[in-house]
């Protein structure tokens, strides 16, 4: 069955720096365009960036853009997310979302990033 | 950018029905997907493309999408239906994937 783990979440200091991953199983990773999405504490869940199947088409929210940096390896079955510069206002839960339907068909449970001095 | 308008909360006696809306300028000419959120546990899409369902979400759960407003339905509530919904969409002027703001669905 589908399976996505999010991980490298954890505690930083405004201006510094992490990666995510997102690891899949259980499809063709190469043939699904892939999510971050997160959630503040208590807030609603925010889309943040989508890539495409082959890593060329790439979309970012307007909060993390020139900020973030999506990838992908398809080899791997796995999906980044390079986060610099980063914020308080940064800090949620990061989901990784399979897109399909439209919408987002499965989600991994998540990583927490706090972002605190 | 592109606003969807949720209402924060809906409560609804086990049995009856619960009507979560979205409202967003003209969203009838959008796909509005909904998901189930549970405390402490990630994201479930109930409903896609406005009014269908994936594989083992049950019939219970049903949408709608017309003019300003998209509707999802939940007959017969239950207990285990008490969690936050979301509402989502994409809006192709921005590139960007819009979600509301979220209905807590309290089961009395």
């Known amino acids: 069955q589908v399976h996505l783990v999010e991980s490298g979440g954890g505690l930083v200091k405004p201006g510094g720096s992490l990666r995510l991953s997102c690891a899949a199983s259980g499809f063709t990773f190469s043939d699904y365009y892939m999510n971050w999405i997160r959630q503040a504490p208590g807030k609603g869940l925010e889309w943040i960036s989508y890539?495409?199947?082959?890593?060329?088409?790439?979309f970012y929210a307007d909060s993390v853009k020139g900020r973030f940096t999506i990838s992908r390896d398809n080899a791997k079955n796995s999906v980044f997310l390079q986060m610099n510069s980063l914020r308080v206002e940064d800090t949620a839960v990061y989901y990784c979302?399979?897109?399909?339907?439209?919408?987002?068909?499965?989600w991994g449970q998540g990583t927490l990033v706090s972002v605190s001095s | 950018s592109y606003v969807l308008t949720q209402p924060p909360s809906v409560s609804v006696a086990p049995g009856k029905t619960a009507s979560i809306t979205c409202g967003g300028d003209?969203?009838?000419?959008?796909?509005v997907h909904w998901y189930q959120q549970k405390p402490g546990q990630a994201p479930v899409m109930v409903i896609y493309?406005?009014?269908d369902r994936p594989s083992g979400i049950p019939e219970r759960f049903s949408g709608s999408n017309s003019g300003n407003t998209a509707t999802l339905t939940i007959s017969r509530v239950e207990a285990g239906d008490e969690a936050d919904y979301h509402c989502?969409?994409?809006?192709?002027?921005?590139?960007?994937?819009?979600f509301g703001s979220g209905t807590k669905v309290t089961v009395l």
């Open positions: 989502q969409v994409w809006d192709s002027t921005s590139e960007h994937y819009v």
């Open positions: 979302g399979r897109y399909r339907y439209g919408g987002f068909d499965y």
């Open positions: 890539i495409s199947s082959s890593g060329r088409t790439i």
């Open positions: 493309y406005d009014s």
């Open positions: 003209n969203i009838g000419t959008k796909s």
